[in-house]
């Protein structure tokens, strides 16, 4: 069902509800006009009156909170679904890093070995990556004077690497990556696509 669908069935619920308890409210009112009928018509007109102020100030409060839920409902049920086109987005980019192919690959590996390492790292490659981490890692060692060392693959990782020195351990991993880009890049993401 769409969700244009899903929220003119909600206010239509909401409306019929708030109708079914003005009905009420109305009904009750009705029978205690009946009970005091022997009170005289002056009295009678004067409590009529003011059953029916009363009843239409509830069906009016009723109404109005009922409108007010139902633009509360479609607010949530908008948030929820521009939250699910954000997380589609950053896991669309996940999913094309992790199938990047030979130089591009290298490429991003090497690339983010340059702006991570600081020289005499130990770096543990994803399993996928472990040849082109050993390939970067040789080609820093020698063009650029650094003293990284690659360590044992890890098989929990998607892809990258986890920088490991005596200091700190840096996750380098792809997920990592996305998820670093997110915090930096999600409030300009969502401006962009739902203005």
Do not use: W
């Not at 060692?141 to 360590?151: A, I, P, R």
């Amino acid at each position: 069902m769409p969700e244009e669908n899903k929220i003119e069935a909600l206010c239509a619920r909401i409306i019929d509800d708030a109708k079914s308890e003005a009905k009420r409210i109305s009904d009750e009112a009705v029978t205690e006009v009946g009970k005091i009928v022997s009170m005289g018509d002056a009295r009678i007109e004067q409590l009529h009156d003011e059953y029916e102020k009363k009843r239409a100030e509830q069906a009016l409060e009723i109404k109005e909170r009922s409108r007010m839920n139902a633009q509360l409902e479609g607010r949530k049920l908008l948030l929820k679904k521009k939250r699910e086109i954000l997380d589609s987005v950053y896991e669309k980019a996940y999913t094309e890093l992790l199938n990047l192919k030979g130089d591009e690959r290298y490429d991003l590996l090497i690339g983010l070995l340059k702006r991570e390492a600081l020289g005499d790292e130990h770096v543990l490659p994803a399993k996928s990556d472990a040849k082109l981490i050993e390939k970067a890692v040789e080609e820093l060692n020698s063009k650029d004077g650094m003293k990284l060392k690659v360590g044992r693959p890890i098989s929990s990782f998607d892809g990258g690497f986890l920088l490991r020195s005596k200091d700190f351990d840096k996750n380098c991993s792809l997920s990592a990556l996305i998820d670093e880009a997110r915090q930096v890049t999600e409030m300009e993401t969502a401006e962009l696509l739902f203005g």
